[in-house]
């Protein structure tokens, strides 16, 4: 079955705190994703990795780092959270990165900051 | 700049409408386009895709697409929407050897029954 999880579903924490999302998928795709979602914005970049500790810079990195030691495995590291990074975060797979494949989401983890 | 406009933020039609959502898009080289759908509280499926061929292209649960390159556009179709098909729905672009995907900001498509 191809799925891509995301744990945890809903999270809050306090400004200051630090955050890790996480992110498996069971597919072998060598390409992951990170995104974030806010009203009206639509989704946008934070990370792309293309391989295990082979990561590159999407579109809003600042504030954010990611960490993938397994093909399967994919985290988001928020270090000392800040308000504005209340969102919701999906991750997505995809299989090749020698042409624009499709993307698989998990459901999303939609954290808050207080 | 690479971008995709969804000029409609909501449309509303009668259940056994029919539906067009639009899209249109800014990019350099020859664009790979997605529709993605979002239900409640659910990550983002695929509908359909275009990479080259045919420019209507035929998705999932009846939606189609077609490409018009003179317009830049890639506009959703639907002949007779269901309650069901309530979401929003995302259109994107990306091309060959590029992993990032553009994504417009989505068009939320409620239909009443």
């Known amino acids: 079955d191809m799925k891509v999880t995301q744990m945890p579903r809903y999270l809050i924490k306090r400004m200051g705190e630090n955050v890790l999302l996480e992110c498996g998928q069971d597919?072998?795709?060598?390409?992951m994703y990170w995104y974030r979602q806010d009203p009206g914005l639509g989704l946008q970049l934070i990370y792309i990795?293309?391989?295990?500790?082979?990561?590159s810079e999407g579109d809003i990195p600042k504030g954010y780092r990611v960490s993938r030691k397994k093909r399967e495995h994919f985290s988001l590291i928020l270090d000392s959270a800040k308000t504005n990074q209340t969102s919701v975060y999906f991750c997505?797979?995809?299989?090749?990165?020698?042409?624009?494949?499709?993307?698989?989401f998990g459901s999303g983890t939609r954290l808050t900051v207080l | 700049a690479q971008s995709v406009t969804q000029p409609d933020a909501r449309v509303t039609v009668s259940e056994g409408a029919s539906l067009q959502l639009r899209c249109k898009y800014s990019?350099?080289?020859?664009?790979?386009l997605f529709w993605y759908v979002q239900y409640p509280r659910q990550g983002l499926q695929l509908l359909l895709k275009?990479?080259?061929?045919?420019?209507v292209v035929q998705g999932v649960n009846g939606f189609e697409a077609e490409f018009i390159k003179s317009n830049s556009s890639f506009h959703l179709r639907k002949a007779s929407v269901h309650w069901s098909d309530s979401a929003v729905y995302f259109c994107?672009?990306?091309?060959?050897?590029?992993?990032?995907?553009?994504f417009g900001k989505g068009t939320s498509l409620t239909v009443i029954p």
């Open positions: 994107a672009v990306s091309a060959a050897g590029y992993q990032n995907f553009y």
């Open positions: 990795s293309y391989d295990v500790d082979s990561n």
């Open positions: 275009y990479y080259s061929g045919d420019p």
């Open positions: 597919m072998s795709h060598e390409t």
């Open positions: 997505a797979s995809s299989r090749d990165r020698g042409r624009a494949e499709t993307l698989y």
């Open positions: 990019y350099s080289g020859t664009p790979y």
